[in-house]
């Protein structure tokens, strides 16, 4: 979301980031971040397409998996989500395909205007890094009546990215399906459904990566659903005064921000799914990890003293690596900026790879992925 129209939502964000991440770094007590690894999903090829009518019941569908169900955005120590959320992928030759299920007792939704700022209602979001480098992402919100706001990303707002809100998906193809009455308090629904079709053609220009993709390919994905209290008063939903909104993901990340991209999940397309093939990690992994600890650690500093380190020691890293098959970081300042890489050990096939982070948060992985 735009940092210029989002004010509550970003604000909120930030104050949570100012408090959990800006605590001064001490060389004793370094700060340590422990994310659950990241999810997978391996998602179907569909060889006959699929209506977009905003009805999960193209056979298609059939084939593709659940995701899990979604969780707060902040970790297991918050309450689980009052409804369930969850999602199915699939693509083929022109589009990349998401049906999403929210279950919902009370639909509503106001914004008919495409770009509106759509969080401002209930909404289901879309976040897609194709090359899993956290810059140059792209982003689809989509409410109950099926009015969307497409956004192109080229740098995350923590890094003082702004968004392209004039970037748009021609042939984006999206609908939705209640079940149950839009707008109408006096009866309870059951959910509602969101279709969509995402032309590779439209991704293409910021990929990086090849559109459509080869079988076996992996890019950067994420979920979110926005869901608002409201009150049935006076025959119309009005949302809870003063009550933030709920924030629900497909796995959680330890902060109110989705603009976090290498905490998003990973897609592999495939020309077929066994059910019976687990999703194998990235083996990049830990290394990313490892690079993105020195990026946060450096964050915290910088706010505390207004400017980078130029040793692990003054961030408190200065001893082994806590991550598998990951020799110490090597941390350089560069010009106004620096860098940190990490080297990954050569094992189980996969050859010795150096990852690198920059001050703006900017990932390479070399020698890259085929
Ligand atoms: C939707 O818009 C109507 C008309 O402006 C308003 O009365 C209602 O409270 C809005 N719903 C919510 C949940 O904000
Ligand atoms: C999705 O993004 C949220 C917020 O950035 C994060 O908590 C979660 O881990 C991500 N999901 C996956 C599957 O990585």
């Not at 910088?302 to 598998?324: D, I, N, P």
Request: hydrophobic letters at 35%; charged letters at 25%.
């Amino acid at each position: 979301m735009p940092s210029s129209v989002t004010s509550c939502r970003f604000l909120a964000r930030l104050v949570l980031l100012v408090s959990t991440i800006a605590p001064p770094v001490s060389a004793a007590e370094p700060r340590r971040e422990t994310s659950p690894a990241p999810k997978g999903y391996l998602c179907p090829h569909a060889p006959a397409g699929v209506t977009v009518d905003g009805r999960l019941d193209d056979p298609a569908w059939a084939d593709a998996p659940w995701t899990d169900d979604f969780v707060d955005i902040e970790g297991d120590h918050r309450p689980r989500p009052q409804f369930r959320t969850r999602a199915k992928l699939l693509w083929d030759e022109d589009y990349f395909y998401v049906a999403a299920e929210l279950e919902e007792p009370h639909v509503w939704a106001n914004l008919t205007a495409h770009d509106s700022v759509i969080f401002q209602d209930n909404d289901f979001e879309i976040f897609i890094d194709p090359d899993g480098d956290n810059h140059a992402y792209f982003e689809v919100e989509i409410n109950a009546r099926n009015t969307e706001w497409d956004l192109f990303l080229p740098i995350p707002y923590r890094d003082g990215g702004r968004a392209v809100d004039s970037w748009e998906i021609p042939g984006l193809k999206s609908a939705t399906h209640v079940t149950g009455t839009l707008n109408d308090p006096s009866d309870r629904d059951r959910s509602w459904t969101v279709e969509l079709a995402i032309p590779w053609r439209a991704l293409a220009g910021h990929a990086n990566r090849p559109t459509p993709p080869h079988p076996g390919d992996r890019w950067r994905v994420n979920f979110s659903r926005v869901e608002w209290d409201v009150t049935t008063e006076g025959g119309t939903y009005k949302k809870v005064p003063g009550k933030r909104e709920d924030n629900w993901v497909w796995s959680p990340q330890g902060a109110v921000d989705m603009h976090r991209p290498e905490r998003w999940g990973y897609v592999e397309f495939r020309d077929r799914v066994v059910r019976s093939t687990p999703f194998r990690p990235d083996p990049t992994g830990p290394a990313r990890d490892a690079a993105m600890e020195v990026y946060h650690a450096q964050k915290a500093y910088r706010a505390t003293h207004k400017a980078w380190a130029g040793s692990l020691a003054a961030l408190g890293l200065a001893g082994a690596s806590r991550f598998a098959g990951v020799g110490r970081p090597v941390l350089r300042l560069v010009g106004d900026g620096f860098e940190a890489s990490v080297v990954l050990d050569a094992r189980n096939g996969e050859p010795r790879r150096t990852v690198t982070v920059r001050q703006d948060s900017r990932l390479t992985v070399e020698p890259s992925v085929p």
